[in-house]
């Protein structure tokens, strides 16, 4: 039976900030062979443009 180890990557950023770092966070992991398995942000009923929050879940079979 395979074994998975799990990751998470949780970030937040301003509206019109610049995203290549968190895109470059995600691509270095996939090279590293985790799967982007889920995400979830928040969800404030108001949108005052604050930052967002938002949490990636990564797996891999441990080696």
Do not use: C, Q
């Not at 998975?4 to 966070?25: L, M, N, Q, R």
């Amino acid at each position: 039976m395979t074994k998975f180890e799990y990751d998470i990557f949780t970030v937040s950023w301003g509206h019109g900030a610049s995203t290549d770092p968190i895109k470059a966070e995600l691509n270095r992991r996939g090279a590293e062979g985790w799967e982007l398995v889920a995400t979830t942000r928040d969800e404030s009923p108001e949108d005052d443009h604050d930052d967002e929050v938002v949490m990636f879940v990564f797996k891999r079979a441990k080696g």
